[in-house]
């Protein structure tokens, strides 16, 4: 097997090429697996949202469970140089999830699994690494009427790639991330050995999975925390002018005991014009309805803010009691009166409500252009001068798709796990997540990635608090910057997990130690 696998890498002469597929059968073979390796059709693996990089794997690997992905970072462990990346549902930006000359795995593949777990009075969904989370969501609410209690805006995405992330969203202020919100995982590691891990079992393990980008681990299962789901969302959008009025009353709403608060906190930044795109006609949340700028005054700068919030309520709650506590929580507020705007929909249909947008850019071709996005955290500290050097001035044009910002709270946030933050306990997310068609027809994908490269450095003059989120580094000197004082703790666990830098090669964290052959 050894043998088929080096001169898979080591291969340069046109008729070992040719023999690629015999070859392939015959690695499918020696592995034992039972799902399939396709050495041919490898070009999705090689591509990702971002549509910035792409590599050539030597084959796409399609698990059909654990124990395949066992097998497979095994065999790449015995080879001299072979890497292994977990591929979910290829929505990584800066080819995370590609590994060139390497073996892909498409998580997507893996046997449908899913089963719900009662524990201690607690609910728990057991759920597949390769799942996405639309059909989780999907499964919980309409079979057991419960659901996950922290998600992402975009649903189509795999369980483990955001737990290897984070996993965001407007819920985060009060139940923390994704990764705080998950009770055990099963992992294989960079040594091809399968852990079952939690807090109490495994528990390194467990909470260097979580958040680690991939490098310690394959997440291909994890056991979800669930609470009762909802039936309707009342979704509403409230309009500034002024940055400290928005953030105040979002930092306001985010620092509120359960209860005396909305189950959803967002907001975004928007240009004070009609740009359908960027401006006033992006904030409705319904076609009927208008944006009517006479109420801005006239006072208002080149950028307005938007606070989106949302409450969480059941069928037989009477409408005059959703209205009067509706009314009650954003009486607090200090928005802009008649620049307000509501929608009650289905619990289910607002967590999906970016699949309308998906399907929208899928039809006019922008889903496939390229989406040169930026995600950073900002400390509280910082993000009033964030606003002054770069919505008011770099991004003051917009950038052809939302600019998301919101408050978060840093204790809802387990710091054993991998991921790393700024150290204010009230810190914002900022994505900038552009949609531009693709050149002619829009700008550069190159220009873009230049403005980003122009943020960063803004932060880094300002001398700001903040952290890539879904970080990109291209050299290990820059990822230690963004580890900190947990660099130390992070190559500690890579040197146990992963010792020869099998997985995620696509991170750029770590360079595949050659294992010489005997």
Known sequence: MIAYLERFVHGNDVESRQDDDDDCSSLFNALDLQGTIDCLATGLAGKDFGGLYSSKPLALVRPSGADDVARVVKAAARSSSLTVAARGNGHSISGQAMADRGLV??????????????????VFADVSGGALWEDVLKRCVLGFGLAPRSWT??????????????????????????????????????????????????????????????????????????????????????????????TRDAEFLVTRREGDSFDYVEGFVFVNSDDPINGWPSVPLDPDQAFDPTRIPQTAGSVLYCLEVAFHYRNNDHPSTVDRVVNRLLGRLGFLAHLKFEVDL????????????????????????????????????????????????????????PMLIYPLVRSMWDTRTSVVLPKDEIFYIIALLRFSPPYPKGPLAEKLVAQNHEIIQCCINKGFDFKLYLPHYKSQEEWKGHFGNQWTRFVERKAIFDPLAILAPGQKIFSRMIHHLI
């Open 153 to 246: 805006d975009y649903l189509g995405l795999t369980v483990g790639g955001t737990l290897s992330n984070a996993g965001v969203s407007g819920q985060a202020f009060r139940y923390g991330p994704q990764t705080s919100n998950v009770a055990e995982l099963e992992v294989v590691t960079g040594k091809g050995d399968i852990f079952v891990c939690s807090e109490t079992e495994n528990s390194q393990l467990f909470f260097g999975a979580l958040g680690g980008l991939g490098q310690f681990g394959i997440i291909t299962r994890a056991r979800v925390l669930l609470q009762p789901a909802p039936d309707m969302v009342r979704w509403i959008r409230v309009v500034y002018t002024e940055f400290e009025d928005f």
């Open 105 to 122: 795995m498409d998580m997507r593949s893996m046997e449908d699994h899913f089963q719900v777990v009662r524990k201690n009075g607690t």
């Open 346 to 401: 289905r619990y289910m249909e607002f967590l999906l409500r970016v699949k309308r947008a998906e399907e929208h850019a899928k039809a006019n071709g922008i889903w496939d252009a390229p989406h040169p996005w930026l995600n950073l955290f900002v400390s509280q500290s910082d993000i009033a001068d964030f606003d002054r050097h770069v919505f008011k001035n770099i991004l003051k044009a917009g950038i052809g798709g």
